[in-house]
């Protein structure tokens, strides 16, 4: 099956594209809320999508399996494997989707007096449980159609239209809940959005793989089987990461108090618009890293994977480095005095650092994947989990929101940067001294030149002293990379900077 190259650049773009509209409306979105709602019932809301977004690991893992088998079966044009593994993958993700369903009535019936006090509220919160566990067990049996979008490398017309769905939404939200609507009718919007894109998502597959057949027969036990076996230890991964990306914020509203979820919650989006543009700019390790595997090149693999965490360490020094000087200012800009904007910065210090060091480790987890060892990088983030929650257990009672981001950002990033990096080169020879030393000294010279500018930019008093000094703090963190890459790496930057542009070029023509 022939793929057109123009698709492939079009689809990356509108990809692109579709996370910077995302953002931009998620970032405008947050000020709003709070403002109109109100910092109690925005942090409701923040509540029930953290309980609600746990669902998602009823997903076990199988998505990533589904759309691996689906997508090979299509290329090769076994078409009828491929309706296989829809098939059965359907057959299983509408038990899970009804599993969901009793999931969230559960969770109405007996988590929801847990989460609040007030009879009003305690109605609100199983209001919206219901109507987004609804929503999440409709969506459900379409993830068994992924891997067709994958095979026929269409993701430029799914990106358009959720892209589009995202803008509606955000025009449906800024009306009714600007006109005095609340929680009940933002659940509402959500899911009629989530409907009609899901169907629209089954009924585009649909005409893509013309083959596509429905059928009993095409549901198989053994491919039930292959895809378990493949999914377990993705599902462990994710299940944790899940874990420690919502449990922070529940043990926030049980220890504290619902309002301190909003002020921490800021600080948790800030942080979370960095790693996205950090994974959407370097996430593609995993097909470089299978590539080279294949072909057994281990000494590329090797410079590839260093090549990789220093560019994670970059990302992490620049971003870093902007939230410490300009972070405070950023976030009063952002939602003014509606919170206490100045704990919100102390969190988002923590959270960031700790993030985004952390992520600094994905292309030792790619790596990990390819060569079929993930199951120890299960391991150690079941492992992090509990250490994670013991910390906070002590922490957030005695530090507060500031607690929470501690344990659940920098001390799940020690210990995931110094064990991950031990687990890889049991298997593969990596020149980790190198990365060490280059490394470290980058980051001193980042600590210097961060401290150094935070002299002169002491507070910026609104979004054009933010926009004036961002670039001078990112201009003086990329001085360093003469520190961090070797002339053969600067060589390998200049070329990917060189063909992202004519990426973009070929794609406006």
Not at 190 to 210: A, C, E, P, R, W
Not at 416 to 428: C, E
């Amino acid at each position: 099956m022939n793929v057109n190259k123009t698709i492939l650049i079009r689809g990356s773009t509108l990809r692109v594209i579709q996370t910077f509209v995302g953002m931009g409306i998620g970032f405008w979105m947050l000020p709003f809320l709070i403002t109109n709602l109100g910092k109690h019932d925005y942090a409701l809301w923040v509540l029930v999508a953290s309980v609600v977004f746990s669902y998602y690991f009823l997903d076990l893992g199988l998505s990533h399996a589904v759309t691996r088998y689906v997508a090979r079966y299509i290329y090769v044009e076994e078409y009828e494997r491929a309706n296989k593994i829809i098939n059965t993958s359907l057959f299983i993700y509408s038990i899970l989707a009804i599993t969901v369903f009793t999931a969230t009535v559960f969770a109405a019936l007996f988590i929801a007096p847990t989460m609040v006090e007030d009879s009003h509220d305690l109605k609100t919160v199983q209001a919206i449980l219901l109507i987004s566990g609804l929503s999440i067990s409709f969506e459900f049996p379409s993830k068994a159609f992924p891997g067709v979008i994958s095979a026929y490398m269409r993701h430029d017309t799914v990106a358009i239209v959720r892209t589009i769905a995202q803008i509606i939404r955000a025009i449906a939200i800024y009306f009714f809940i600007g006109n005095g609507f609340g929680l009940v009718t933002l659940a509402i919007i959500s899911f009629v959005s989530n409907i009609i894109t899901t169907i629209f998502f089954i009924y585009y597959t649909s005409t893509l793989f013309k083959q596509l057949s429905f059928g009993r027969k095409f549901i198989s036990k053994s491919d039930i089987k292959e895809l378990f076996h493949f999914s377990k230890w993705t599902f462990i991964s994710d299940m944790t990461r899940l874990y420690k990306d919502k449990m922070d914020i529940w043990l926030i509203a049980s220890f504290i108090s619902a309002s301190a979820v909003t002020i921490y919650y800021v600080a948790v989006r800030l942080t979370e618009y960095a790693t996205q543009l950090a994974m959407q700019a370097l996430g593609i390790t995993g097909p470089i890293f299978t590539k080279l595997y294949a072909k057994k090149e281990i000494d590329k693999i090797n410079t590839t994977l260093i090549f990789f965490v220093k560019m994670y360490l970059l990302i992490f020094a620049v971003f870093t480095s902007g939230f410490y000087t300009l972070g405070e200012s950023f976030i009063y800009a952002w939602v003014g005095d509606e919170i206490d904007y100045k704990l919100a910065y102390q969190c988002l210090l923590i959270l960031s650092t700790g993030k985004l060091f952390a992520l600094s480790t994905s292309p030792f987890i790619s790596l990990l994947m390819t060569i079929k060892k993930h199951k120890y990088e299960a391991y150690l983030s079941a492992f992090d989990s509990i250490v994670a929650t013991l910390s906070a257990l002590y922490l957030i009672p005695t530090y507060g929101i500031l607690g929470a981001a501690i344990a659940f950002s920098a001390i799940v990033a020690i210990i995931r940067s110094i064990v991950i990096p031990l687990i890889v080169i049991n298997f593969i020879d990596i020149d980790i001294k190198h990365l060490i030393y280059r490394g470290s000294i980058f980051l001193l010279y980042s600590l210097l030149m961060t401290v150094i500018i935070n002299q002169f930019i002491q507070n910026a008093s609104g979004w054009l002293e933010i926009l004036y000094y961002s670039p001078i703090i990112a201009t003086a963190i990329l001085g360093g990379t003469i520190f961090l890459f070797d002339r053969e790496e600067r060589l390998k930057v200049l070329e990917w900077v060189t063909h992202k542009i004519n990426k973009t070029k070929e794609s406006t023509l």
